[in-house]
């Protein structure tokens, strides 16, 4: 639009940098946390996650084998391994017997050991122990060893927190809970909505107007004011805390934004063809099914989208309507919130489990984000 | 049983009720009540078309009504009494607010709340607002789109963990595993800094996680407004030999203030509902409260549901004046 009447923009350049700058700038906190999940916690703890894509040199603190492997060649006594444990590894930079030098030979070097004997490490970990007489004690020497690692990554995270972990690390139960509160809390605040939506839209009735204007205002209503007269009302019917709550508190708190844009969407419907069903003979129930829900698709997958995202990141309802002194119907959120404040540290846990409640909506987000940027835009741009 | 299980039934028992209220009801209207056929079809017919109307919106008017209109007027009515010992409430006037009004923490909310008000609508507008016109003018622009808009999927509560790792602190002398620690040494920084125990500065320090959230938004509704200005008129300044700023300031600004105002008030309602940013982050430590999590605090820690109800008023009334503002819209509309 700016390269009409043959000048180029000089500044495409400047743009493109600057977008790419403000995508690094967005996505990169995300990536932290992603990376983070698939790190151990003594990696998380030993470098930045930045640095985890490059090979990093670290000191390690390595055993040799124990005396009672020593085997006997001629004269001599001889313990030989590798110093890395199985499926680590690493090229060796410097190496020493001591920590206070730990830089004082070289791969291929070979050391006098105090108590008697030399060793030899190459670079790949490898040791040969040499003795004329026996080696003795319960375990191995001791090699501080600087190594330059390949980056290193894990899943035993996430094994750990959906199916191993114990106690709080466990998210699969919270997984099942938040699904359970989701669906039901999506699909129940839609079909009810949309019944009203219909009658709002296509039907006439005195009071319309009214109505429309208050579900208009109600959409604003901070669910703050809600909590306590519906906790009062929820004990009072005797439904307490559980399911049936939240969903019935999800399904109250969505229905004016679904019906504000189911109504607005199916208003724009032709009027004809809702017109010659009815004289054809059909019922507002079978205009209702057969016709307008069909064409209300894009309507509907926009709000589902939007129900579903705010149920299942939700932590506020399922705190108050939900989750009871036992902690059996916990949800993902809360568990989240429990382990930031019981396991602050334990960075691997703490991202994996974020990430496990993040990605479900994130992969909604990338399949739906057409229905979704459609709604945003019926439900604010007027 | 299995919670997979146990989910999936109550799933279909709830769905199937659901539908079933209207097919039923629609049935029992037509063939029972008011049956088009007899003597009486013609008369039966307009009477079932006087009621299906409210057949159809009985259940969401009981929701609304129930679980919004109610709780209003409740929570107006709890915030001017008191709870007395062993149960019931007397009515105590405006005393709950005068409490609310002597508290530090109350007004530490409040100001925090202003700096919320004031600062996340504005950021995330003009972030939003320059995503949208860089995106619009390059070839990759819709995959950079998505990539600003993702964290609107993000739980606020996996917002707060991805920025208090982005926050952390390491003692001196170690690896800082933060990134802006991890800058901020790098810069020169004499010791690691934790971020979010710094009064006052640690609130924007939380205001970044929301506008980080809302930019997105911003983004996709704002660059819709700029698709959507006339052509012409730019077509028209760039013959007049107007520059990129000065047709982005002069021409396409004033043409999408409307849209503006509109992102710049969703947006506020927002922030005046943050609730899980502040709650999961610092829970209100270090003078970082604000009103939904003094309210949280005051209703479920102190069990104080007459300040708490009030404090929840004083959100209410915030929100307002744009409810009106909307009300008002919405109905100019119509005519």
């Given at each position: 639009m700016d390269n009409i009447a043959g000048t180029k923009s000089t500044l495409t350049w400047a743009v493109n940098l600057s977008v790419v700058a403000l995508v690094f700038l967005w996505l990169f906190p995300t990536l932290g946390l992603f990376v983070s999940s698939f790190r151990t916690g003594d990696q998380i703890s030993a470098s930045g996650w930045w640095k985890s894509m490059f090979p990093s040199e670290q000191n390690y603190t390595l055993r040799s084998a124990a005396p009672d492997t020593q085997v006997q060649e001629g004269a001599l006594y001889v313990i030989e391994g590798n110093l890395f444990a199985e499926g680590k590894g690493g090229e060796i930079s410097v190496w020493g017997i001591s920590s206070k030098e730990i830089d004082s030979f070289v791969p291929g070097d070979t050391a006098e050991l105090r108590k008697g004997g030399t060793v030899t490490v190459d670079a790949a970990g490898n040791y040969r122990m040499e003795n004329t007489e026996p080696f003795e004690g319960s375990r191995g020497t001791r090699v501080f060893v600087t190594a330059v690692s390949p980056p290193e990554f894990t899943t035993e995270n996430y094994g750990r927190v959906l199916f191993s972990g114990s106690g709080n690390d466990k998210m699969a139960k919270a997984f099942f809970n938040t699904l359970t509160v989701t669906i039901p809390a999506t699909i129940i605040p839609i079909v009810v909505a949309a019944f009203a939506a219909y009658a709002l839209a296509w039907m006439d009735f005195r009071g319309r107007a009214l109505l429309i204007a208050m579900v208009v205002g109600l959409l604003v209503v901070p669910l703050q004011l809600a909590l306590i007269p519906l906790l009062k009302f929820h004990n009072g019917i005797g439904i307490g805390k559980g399911y049936l709550g939240v969903w019935m508190a999800h399904t109250g708190f969505g229905l004016p934004l679904a019906i504000y844009l189911l109504r607005n969407y199916m208003v724009g419907l032709p009027r004809d063809i809702i017109e010659n069903a009815r004289v054809d003979g059909a019922t507002d129930f079978q205009v209702f099914t057969k016709i307008i829900l069909p064409l209300s698709f894009p309507a509907l997958a926009s709000f589902a989208i939007f129900q579903f995202l705010w149920t299942w990141n939700d932590l506020l309802v399922a705190k108050v309507?939900?989750?009871?002194?036992?902690?059996?119907?916990?949800v993902m959120t809360n568990q989240i919130v429990e382990l930031l404040g019981t396991r602050g540290g334990n960075w691997e846990i703490l991202a994996t489990a974020a990430f496990v409640s993040i990605a479900v909506p994130l992969g909604v987000f990338f399949a739906m984000q057409k229905y979704l940027v459609r709604g945003l835009l019926a439900g604010s741009v007027k | 049983m299995h919670p997979a299980l146990q989910g999936l039934i109550t799933i279909i028992v709830g769905v199937s009720g659901c539908i079933g209220y209207f097919y039923f009801s629609n049935q029992f209207l037509d063939k029972v009540l008011f049956p088009a056929r007899g003597p009486n079809i013609g008369r039966n017919i307009n009477r079932a078309n006087l009621v299906r109307p409210w057949l159809f919106l009985f259940p969401a008017l009981l929701a609304l009504g129930l679980y919004l209109a109610y709780p209003v007027v409740e929570t107006l009515r709890l915030s001017l009494t008191e709870r007395v010992a062993g149960g019931g409430y007397t009515f105590v006037g405006l005393d709950n607010y005068k409490q609310l009004a002597i508290e530090p923490k109350f007004w530490e909310a409040v100001r925090n709340n202003l700096f919320w008000l004031l600062i996340v609508p504005a950021a995330s507008t003009v972030f939003g607002l320059l995503a949208a016109q860089l995106t619009d003018r390059i070839k990759w622009g819709n995959l950079a789109k998505s990539l600003i808009f993702m964290p609107m999927a993000i739980s606020f509560v996996g917002a707060a963990v991805i920025w208090k790792l982005v926050y952390d602190a390491r003692p001196m002398g170690q690896e800082q595993i933060g990134v802006l620690n991890a800058i901020y040494v790098a810069l020169g920084g004499d010791e690691p800094m934790t971020w979010l125990t710094i009064p006052f500065w640690n609130n924007f320090f939380l205001m970044v996680v929301l506008v980080w959230i809302q930019t997105g938004f911003a983004m996709v509704i704002l660059s819709a407004a700029l698709r959507g200005i006339p052509e012409e008129t730019i077509e028209a300044a760039i013959v007049d030999g107007a520059n990129p700023f000065q047709i982005f300031f002069k021409i396409k600004l004033p043409q999408i203030s409307g849209t503006i105002v509109v992102v710049w008030t969703t947006i506020t309602l927002v922030v005046l509902k943050v609730f899980d940013i502040v709650f999961a982050m610092t829970n209100g430590q270090w003078e970082t409260q604000v009103l939904a999590n003094y309210m949280f605090d005051k209703l479920f820690r102190a069990n104080d549901w007459g300040v708490g109800s009030a404090s929840a008023m004083v959100i209410m009334l915030l929100v307002l004046p744009i409810l009106v503002w909307n009300v008002h819209n919405a109905r100019k509309e119509m005519r």
């Open positions: 309507f939900l989750i009871d002194a036992t902690g059996e119907t916990t | -």
